[in-house]
């Protein structure tokens, strides 16, 4: 039987990061989903399609392939009709579009089974928004992921720099903040700690302390 841990929590906490890192030390697979949906956002910026647009929603959810693949060096790779847009969503923008995109009830339910057939199949951490309550609510362990708004732009920021990406954390500052708003008051599967869930806080804890944390999680979880 396959273990399946569910890691929510917003934007900017590091959960794809630390996930990854987890899931190494385990011997279980990462599954970001934040990806497909940054993704498919990415199809309909492409193609000029507006969410809310749904007759042209429809058509390009009917027209467009999304995949995960797994590579031992390069972990997850993201394909879009085959392409891999691994680097290209991982922009700002692609983040904004993102948090559009995942509202809309047909674009979740498109992805859905793709996300609950990978944890049937394989032992995986599994992050994203509404992985606890809504796309794996049977899930072994369920971890919500948080930090300050202010930290978690703070990451960002210092990440983007280090890319050679011209950002200001003001800026971000503010997209994490109406990311969150968006996040936790949408009306399909908003943003919110499973009730079964283990909270950790990481503002002040560093990357390997995070890890660390999480571990402790779901190692005291599958044991007990």
């Known amino acids: 039987m396959s273990t399946a841990v569910a890691l929510d929590g917003p934007a900017g906490a590091g959960k794809s990061s630390i996930a990854k890192r987890a899931a190494k030390a ?6 970001d989903t934040g990806a497909l949906y940054r993704t498919i956002g990415l199809a309909a910026t ?5 969410p809310v647009d749904s007759l042209q929603l429809d058509k390009l959810l009917e027209e467009i392939k999304v995949e995960l693949t797994f590579s031992k060096d390069a972990g997850q790779i993201v394909l879009l009709n ?17 948090s559009k995109i995942s509202a809309v009830p047909k674009v979740r339910a ?6 609950r057939n990978m944890a049937k199949e394989n032992n995986v951490i599994m992050d994203g928004r509404d992985i606890g309550t809504v796309v794996l609510p ?27 990406m011209s950002v200001k954390y003001e ?3 503010s997209d994490v903040i109406e990311r969150d708003y968006n996040d936790t008051h ?23 302390q995070s890890v660390e944390a999480i571990l402790d999680v779901i190692q005291n ?4």
């Open 26 to 31: 385990l011997g279980f697979i990462y599954v």
């Open 46 to 50: 492409r193609a000029q399609v507006e």
């Open 82 to 98: 085959g392409e891999d847009v691994s680097d290209e969503i991982r922009t700002p923008e692609a983040s904004m579009m993102a």
């Open 110 to 115: 498109y992805l859905l089974d793709l996300q």
């Open 138 to 164: 049977d899930a072994q362990v369920k971890i919500f992921l948080t930090a300050s708004p202010e930290a978690r732009a703070g990451r960002r920021y210092k990440e983007l720099i280090e890319k050679g």
């Open 171 to 173: 800026d971000i500052l």
């Open 186 to 208: 949408r009306d399909v599967a908003p943003l919110k700690p499973a009730e079964d869930s283990v909270t950790v806080d990481t503002t002040e804890l560093d990357f390997e």
């Open 221 to 224: 979880r599958i044991n007990n």
